[in-house]
């Protein structure tokens, strides 16, 4: 097979490039290693950028999107009982929007199968050759045949466990990375939301989130240590938890009900350098992971897709090489920043098994700083709602 470029990973920063590209006239195929019911069985984030919306215009995919999303002009933060909440509206003027990465990844392959994209799925033993010369190309194994396509570029848009990051030898790339001594323990439950915006907590038990996807399906996270398991926590344990976490007056009118997803995952911060190796572009979690506390990780694939959907097409439509040459030089500018506001945000809400009384007063004392102070809390809002491009 030929095409001019080949994006490993069908998850939504991929889609999402081949979607762009091929409004633009470029050729693409799309290599997955799951089934499409696996991709969309996933659960993952739920608030999505300005700028991510603006992308899935471009691509002509985001009617439901629009049509079911929900906008948030504020979100709500708490320390122990005293709540305040940061307007979006107020200090930038820019919303964010509610809707989940699943309903995301489902759009992008609706569009791609109407518009008769070529997507490779359950495709094996990938792997990536002379990506450093004028002629890579990338073979993979298919119902027991081994096959080849031959391109112009490669987008590793595979995760932080895809084969893409490893393509670039060790010596070339330089890897910085933070874990964090907890995980989040998730549930979604087909009951209400709590509230109408989100709600982040800081309690002494530890950090509680309050989210949701849609009307009647809500999402819900607690701290927790990362020994613990899954089967550790009945439903019943992680309700009690979770309104011994979030404010009184959330926790009275919290409706609570069977959950249908349960999962802990753990926290890291995660950036490899550079996101570039010859014809080879990192996209997304194959270049970077972020701890979900600032709703970064989907956002931050969303503006690796914004640098190269323009570099690449520059290159076909303009015979600029511009952006290919600076892509990851102007992708991780971002990336950096989308890393340390959910590193603040992280630091900021939870509880930390080492933290001293000091720093216990450090984190009242920055929470009322935020709660007080118009500058800190536009500063929020300009990093929650999404850095421009």
Same mark, same amino acid.
């Given at each position: 097979?030929?095409? /001019?470029?080949?994006?490993?990973?069908?998850?939504?920063?991929?889609?999402?490039?081949?979607?762009?590209?091929?409004?633009?006239?470029?050729? +693409?195929?799309?290599?997955?290693?799951?089934?499409?019911?696996?991709?969309?069985?996933?659960?993952?984030?739920?608030?999505?950028?300005?700028?991510?919306?603006?992308?899935?215009?471009? &691509?002509?995919? &985001?009617?439901?999107?629009?049509?079911?999303?929900?906008?948030?002009?504020?979100?709500?933060?708490?320390?122990?009982?005293?709540?305040?909440?940061?307007?979006?509206?107020?200090?930038?003027?820019?919303?964010?929007?509610?809707?989940?990465? +699943?309903?995301?990844?489902?759009?992008?392959?609706?569009?791609?199968?109407?518009?008769?994209?070529?997507?490779?799925?359950?495709?094996?033993?990938?792997?990536?050759?002379?990506?450093?010369?004028?002629?890579?190309?990338? *073979?993979?194994?298919?119902?027991?045949?081994?096959?080849?396509?031959?391109?112009?570029?490669?987008?590793?848009?595979?995760?932080?466990?895809?084969?893409?990051?490893?393509?670039?030898?060790?010596?070339?790339?330089?890897?910085?990375?933070?874990?964090?001594?907890?995980?989040?323990?998730?549930?979604?439950?087909?009951?209400?939301?709590?509230?109408?915006?989100?709600?982040?907590?800081?309690?002494?038990?530890?950090?509680?989130?309050?989210?949701?996807?849609?009307?009647?399906?809500?999402? @819900?996270?607690?701290?927790?240590?990362?020994?613990?398991?899954?089967?550790?926590?009945?439903?019943?344990?992680?309700?009690?938890?979770?309104?011994?976490?979030?404010?009184?007056?959330?926790?009275?009118?919290?409706?609570?009900?069977?959950?249908?997803?349960?999962?802990?995952?753990?926290?890291?911060?995660?950036? +490899?350098?550079?996101? /570039?190796?010859?014809?080879?572009?990192?996209?997304?979690?194959?270049?970077?992971?972020?701890?979900?506390?600032?709703?970064?990780?989907?956002? *931050?694939?969303?503006?690796?897709?914004?640098?190269?959907?323009?570099?690449?097409?520059?290159? @076909?439509?303009?015979?600029?090489?511009?952006?290919?040459?600076?892509?990851?030089?102007?992708?991780?500018?971002?990336?950096?920043?989308?890393?340390?506001?959910?590193?603040?945000?992280?630091?900021?809400?939870?509880?930390?098994?080492?933290?001293?009384?000091?720093?216990?007063?450090?984190? /009242?004392?920055?929470?009322?700083?935020?709660?007080?102070?118009?500058?800190?809390?536009?500063?929020?809002?300009?990093? @929650?709602?999404?850095?421009?491009?």
């Amino acid at each position: 097979m030929r095409t /001019q470029v080949v994006i490993i990973g069908g998850g939504p920063s991929g889609l999402l490039l081949s979607q762009l590209l091929l409004k633009a006239g470029v050729e +693409t195929i799309v290599l997955e290693r799951k089934t499409r019911e696996y991709v969309l069985a996933r659960i993952r984030a739920g608030i999505l950028e300005q700028g991510m919306v603006n992308l899935l215009r471009e &691509a002509d995919v &985001a009617d439901r999107l629009d049509r079911e999303g929900f906008v948030h002009d504020g979100t709500l933060i708490a320390s122990d009982n005293d709540t305040f909440r940061i307007d979006f509206a107020k200090s930038v003027g820019v919303p964010v929007v509610v809707y989940g990465q +699943t309903e995301v990844t489902r759009d992008l392959y609706n569009a791609r199968e109407a518009t008769g994209g070529e997507t490779v799925f359950e495709a094996d033993d990938v792997c990536l050759h002379d990506v450093k010369s004028d002629a890579p190309y990338v *073979t993979f194994r298919k119902d027991g045949r081994d096959q080849r396509i031959d391109c112009d570029y490669i987008a590793g848009c595979d995760g932080f466990h895809g084969v893409s990051r490893e393509t670039i030898p060790k010596d070339v790339r330089q890897e910085f990375e933070k874990v964090y001594p907890f995980g989040w323990l998730g549930v979604l439950s087909e009951t209400p939301p709590v509230d109408d915006e989100l709600i982040y907590a800081n309690s002494e038990r530890g950090f509680a989130l309050c989210s949701m996807r849609n009307a009647n399906l809500s999402r @819900y996270y607690v701290q927790c240590p990362l020994t613990d398991r899954v089967e550790d926590w009945s439903d019943d344990a992680f309700w009690e938890e979770l309104k011994r976490r979030i404010p009184e007056k959330a926790a009275d009118t919290l409706i609570t009900g069977p959950t249908i997803e349960k999962s802990i995952a753990p926290l890291r911060s995660f950036v +490899t350098e550079p996101m /570039q190796w010859g014809r080879l572009f990192l996209c997304g979690d194959a270049a970077h992971i972020v701890p979900p506390t600032g709703a970064k990780g989907l956002n *931050t694939a969303a503006s690796d897709v914004h640098y190269l959907y323009h570099a690449l097409k520059d290159h @076909y439509l303009d015979n600029s090489d511009k952006g290919i040459e600076t892509y990851s030089t102007r992708a991780l500018a971002r990336v950096w920043k989308a890393e340390r506001f959910s590193w603040w945000m992280t630091n900021l809400l939870h509880r930390f098994p080492e933290q001293s009384g000091f720093d216990r007063r450090m984190q /009242q004392a920055d929470l009322a700083f935020l709660r007080d102070n118009e500058a800190a809390q536009q500063a929020m809002a300009e990093n @929650y709602v999404g850095l421009p491009y």
